[in-house]
């Protein structure tokens, strides 16, 4: 077969993919649902497989462990450690911890200089002594001075000796008051570098202690990984371990929690984490009280109080009980007593500076306000996505008695209602980057990229109002069965359809909505 051939089914593949966007976009433009759903899904007819090939590969590259999974998981990396270099558990462990479980890098610092490694770490693969190689059977503490029968004494590598009991007191209190740092414990002598392994701990502490330290050292699988997050639900015990530490999806936890990877808050996506942040600040601070004083306030001449004007005549009264009685004029402050309307501009200029000032408060109190609000509407959304969502096993199970529904027949509610959840999550989010977007003083993102973002996000709107309809249509009563199963195809077939053009408008932003352009 010659290369032509081989050419022509890609180019034929590639012809009926600009084709069915076409339609896709073509029935976006007319907001024609019926013909959003079937160009839709015409679309995924064709692409589908590849696409959530793909995306389920990016999206799902992490999983998540149990409290008693995580020993499992943290001793499939140490004993591929021992195994390459044939050192034991506990030298192998240290060294996993050291580098903060990053497999790859220690094993090239290995090959590179293996003395260099265990020197950095204050590890040796040498086990802990309880003998001398000289002939004495004695030695003396060098904590409480004491002498000693050699195998009441421990030395590690650095051979610092001291006895089992100032051992035992001195890794007591490590646990007891240091936590989880307790692993990362040294040898007591002033300015040594030697790590006190476990073997160490498990001789001289009493089992409870050994216990707490022994649950610490596990936990370091997580404190100490930078490709792992505990979840943050209060009382799971659950962490998810990710492929990417830079990763910027979503996880969901077997709790049910979804959150950010990054900084550990409920899914924000789109908006960045930095974002969310600086959002938070803005919205508790009392920074938007003084943008709202600038904005719609004047001081007054006299008593220097902020006044809002609530008429539309430039003659002001400071009025009483509160104010102090002054009359004066709005526009340019001077005394209403012999105000001369001629003058009036010319004074005005001396408080031309404040006025910029106001207008550019105002400017920007309104475009904040307009998110806000809109951030606040899709929040209410949210908490009545989230009643319904736990709404579904009765209406469940009013379809199955009313009209004979299979229970396997019933799941569609359970998923569209969260796609609704989902989706007002999002949409809630979206305008945290509307109005980063839209600040006047940032140049990033383009113009471009802000047009795009308020396309896709009313499209965004127009699939979630409508999947509400659709899932609100029971409030009609249903005549028989043959009805309500044709409400179920429809409201299934367009939670794909949001469940799809959701997923494409939060990787779009989040990467960038000018990136294939760019590339």
Avoid at 295 to 309: G, L, M, R, V
Avoid at 474 to 485: R, S
Wanted: charged share 25%; aromatic share 10%; glycine share 4%.
């Amino acid at each position: 077969m010659n290369r032509e051939d081989n050419d022509k089914p890609q180019i034929e593949d590639d012809r009926n993919q600009k084709r069915v966007k076409k339609e896709v976009s073509f029935a976006l433009q007319r907001s024609d649902t019926t013909n959003i759903v079937e160009a839709s899904l015409a679309f995924e007819d064709d692409e589908h497989e590849r696409s959530m090939t793909r995306s389920l590969k990016k999206q799902q590259s992490y999983i998540v462990l149990e409290e008693n999974e995580l020993l499992t998981e943290s001793m499939k990396q140490v004993d591929y450690i021992c195994e390459l270099f044939e050192f034991n558990q506990t030298t192998a462990s240290s060294l996993l911890r050291h580098f903060k479980w990053n497999k790859e890098r220690l094993i090239e610092r290995l090959m590179e200089d293996q003395d260099r490694v265990f020197k950095e770490a204050g590890v040796f693969p040498s086990a802990p002594s309880s003998s001398s190689s000289s002939s004495q059977t004695t030695a003396a503490c060098l904590v409480c001075c004491d002498d000693y029968p050699i195998n009441e004494t421990i030395s590690l590598s650095c051979a610092h000796r001291y006895c089992l009991d100032c051992w035992k007191n001195y890794l007591s209190l490590k646990v007891q008051d240091e936590g989880s740092h307790c692993v990362w414990t040294k040898c007591p002598s002033p300015g040594c570098n030697v790590l006190v392994d476990e073997t160490v701990f498990k001789k001289v502490l009493d089992p409870v202690a050994f216990g707490r330290y022994s649950a610490f050292l596990v936990k370091t699988f997580v404190d100490n990984n930078p490709h792992a997050v505990w979840c943050p639900a209060p009382g799971c015990l659950n962490s998810v371990k990710a492929e990417r530490r830079t990763r910027l999806e979503p996880v969901t936890c077997k709790c049910g929690l979804t959150f950010c990877f990054q900084c550990s808050k409920p899914d924000h996506s789109p908006a960045t984490c930095e974002q969310v942040t600086k959002w938070e600040e803005k919205t508790s601070s009392e920074a938007e009280n003084v943008n709202w004083l600038t904005a719609n306030t004047k001081k007054c001449p006299k008593c220097k109080q902020s006044i809002e004007k609530n008429g539309g005549c430039q003659h002001m009264t400071h009025r009483l009980p509160g104010g102090c009685g002054h009359e004066f004029c709005w526009i340019c402050r001077a005394d209403w007593m012999g105000h001369n309307s001629s003058e009036c501009a010319k004074r005005a200029e001396q408080y031309k500076e404040d006025e910029i000032k106001a207008s550019e408060a105002k400017t920007e109190l309104d475009r904040f306000l307009s998110c806000y609000h809109r951030f606040e509407s899709h929040k209410t959304s949210l908490g009545y996505a989230k009643t319904q969502l736990s709404n579904c096993p009765q209406l469940a199970l009013d379809l199955q008695k009313e009209f004979g529904l299979l229970p396997e027949a019933c799941g569609f509610l359970q998923n569209t209602a969260e796609q609704l959840k989902t989706n007002h999550r999002a949409l809630m989010w979206s305008y945290v980057c509307t109005y980063y977007a839209s600040d006047p003083n940032s140049s990033a993102p383009s113009p471009v990229e802000k047009n795009l973002l308020f396309h896709l996000q009313e499209k965004l709107q127009e699939h979630t109002d409508r999947l509400t309809e659709l899932w609100e249509h029971p409030n009609i009563k249903f005549q028989d069965y043959h009805q309500v199963m044709d409400w179920r195809e429809k409201v299934m077939k367009f939670t794909k359809v949001a469940s799809h053009y959701l997923q494409n408008f939060v990787q779009d932003v989040g990467q960038g909505l000018t990136a294939d352009l760019k590339s």
